[in-house]
């Protein structure tokens, strides 16, 4: 999407407009006394949007771990097993 902002509006949003360039791909085009001097695009795209219904389709995309499974497998249950235990009550009610 293609917006016209002042520079006066770049200084005090650019964070702001950054994160737009770079989430939603928009343009700007900046101008000074009212007339343009700069545009900022993005330099990719925004990557497309998922939904959780393609979780599935993505994971079956995954190569697999082959030989490491096993290990990897080990792993985790090791990991899990020195997890600290959550506390039964809420404390700070």
């Known amino acids: 999407m293609e917006k016209t902002v002042s520079a006066t509006e770049v200084v005090r949003k650019f964070s702001e407009i950054l994160n737009s360039i770079k989430y939603k791909g928009n343009h700007y085009t900046i101008l000074r006394g009212g007339?343009?001097?700069?545009?900022?695009?993005?330099?990719?795209?925004?990557?497309?949007?998922?939904?959780?219904?393609?979780?599935?389709?993505?994971?079956?995309?995954?190569?697999?771990?082959?030989?490491?499974?096993?290990?990897?497998?080990?792993?985790?249950?090791?990991?899990?097993?020195?997890?600290?235990?959550?506390p039964e009550k809420n404390r700070w009610v």
């Open 35 to 86: 007339k343009p001097v700069a545009s900022i695009c993005p330099i990719e795209l925004p990557k497309k949007e998922r939904t959780l219904g393609e979780l599935k389709e993505l994971l079956k995309k995954l190569p697999g771990l082959g030989d490491e499974a096993e290990r990897f497998k080990k792993d985790l249950k090791e990991i899990i097993k020195h997890q600290p235990y959550m």
